[in-house]
């Protein structure tokens, strides 16, 4: 069977007229937490996926901006591993943490489409992207790389966020799908700070993305 893929990259079979629908999560996964598996799950089944791909983001200039204290690329690339180890449907990429530089999404995009031109990509977002979104870098090139997924909690303001996907789409071209999905009140600051208190985040995320985190001891001088 011959197969498509750049190096580094997921191999999918290559087939004439075989379009495999593939979910990109892109995030600085710091770290990854239940709340992110179950939203991969959800696009997973709902759009009706073949697989779901989470790219742990390499240099962050967001977060710097932030002053967020980010893990190194290496232990979240493991905590992703470690997290989706018994899903074959989820796969984590580095092609972001191998980028020199920043990292921006319209690159990451515009690679995958390259490396897989007989497939459909889908960007899964968190629905508070949609007013900041056309402020991203290139994000004209962005749109024109994939569909958009924004999950939207089942407590927001659905007909104001529809108005601006409406306004986004007139004035970029963008495909924007609204995908309603459960309030799940976990983060990634809220683990980091239970850690640094030296409480338990057990169910917080994974079995295993705990044992990794109190073996290292991660976030624990933050």
Known sequence: MSLRGGIGLPELPLEDGQEFRLGIMGGTFNPIHT?????????????GLDQVWLIPTGCSYL????????LSAEDRYRMVNLAIADNDRFRCLDMEIRRPGNSYSYETMEQLQKEYPEDRFFFICGADCLYTIEYWKCVNRLFAACTVLAAVRGDAD????????DALEKKFGAQIRLLPFRRIEISSSEIRERRRKGLSVRYLVPDAVRVYMEEKGLYQDE
């Open 35 to 47: 709340g992110h598996l179950l939203l991969a799950e959800h696009v997973l089944e709902v759009v």
């Open 63 to 70: 977060k710097r901006k932030e002053g967020i204290t980010v």
């Open 158 to 165: 659905i007909a104001d966020m529809q108005e601006k996907i």
